[in-house]
């Protein structure tokens, strides 16, 4: 079936680059997403990307994305104290229907 | 912006119970979704809904269901609460298929 696997934790210090990996397995998906999880929130969308792209860059945010070797990445360039939070991957897989496949997420800690 | 709001932010209940979790949404969205978060395990999905009235399981429906009687709304309920359904329970929209997903704040369920 589908699956989404991450690392469950990643430590920096504040001003270095953060970079988080995230594996697929279904090829199908169209979209790929980074949601953002503050301590006592919801999920939010940080950012996502298309399948036919390599990369896609947003002020801090950089998204790589290795179709072949089904990788996404996401740095964050020039870590924060509030960038501290867990971090999901996620695709949309087509297989029964539209669903969203959660990794387990990453905890980002930075430390000042 | 989107609001997803569930109805408890905490909730504690007792072996056996009957538990409901309301979710509104105020966007009109077509889909909603409910998950279940457990450390080291990310989002699992418990029930989806395409549309008013209708509901799909997810990958852990077992002890739960789901009720849509109205397209705003998508309530989760547990028949009889078990220990092992102690979890955060994340609600979630989106437009259709394929699109991102808003979130709610969670419901953090405790059953004793």
């Known amino acids: 079936g589908e699956d989404v696997e991450q690392s469950l934790f990643l430590s920096v210090r504040e001003g270095d680059s953060s970079v988080i990996n995230c594996t697929y397995t279904?090829?199908?998906?169209?979209?790929l997403y980074w949601y953002k999880q503050e301590p006592g929130a919801g999920l939010q969308l940080l950012t996502y990307?298309?399948?036919?792209?390599d990369m896609k860059q947003d002020q801090r945010l950089t998204v790589l994305l290795n179709k072949k070797d089904k990788h996404l990445s996401l740095r964050i360039a020039d870590t924060q104290t509030g960038d501290s939070a867990i971090y999901f991957c996620?695709?949309?897989?087509?297989?029964?229907?539209?669903?969203?496949?959660f990794g387990a997420g990453t905890r980002l800690f930075v430390k000042a | 912006d989107v609001k997803v709001t569930q109805s408890s932010r905490y909730l504690v209940k007792r072996t056996g119970e009957k538990v409901f979790l309301e979710c509104v949404q105020d966007?009109?969205?077509?889909?909603m979704f409910w998950y279940r978060q457990d450390p080291g395990l990310g989002l699992r999905l418990i029930y989806f809904?395409?549309?008013?009235?209708?509901?799909e399981k997810g990958d852990i429906p077992e002890g739960y269901s789901v009720s849509r009687e109205k397209k705003e709304r998508f309530s989760l309920i547990l028949e009889s609460a078990s220990t092992n359904q102690t979890s955060m329970y994340l609600c979630?929209?989106?437009?259709?298929?394929?699109?991102?997903?808003?979130f709610g704040s969670g419901t953090q369920l405790s059953v004793l």
């Open positions: 979630a929209s989106s437009l259709s298929g394929n699109e991102k997903l808003f």
């Open positions: 279904d090829s199908s998906s169209t979209y």
């Open positions: 990307i298309f399948s036919n792209m």
């Open positions: 996620a695709e949309i897989s087509n297989t029964g229907g539209f669903k969203t496949i």
């Open positions: 966007m009109d969205h077509e889909n």
């Open positions: 809904s395409y549309d008013v009235k209708m509901k």
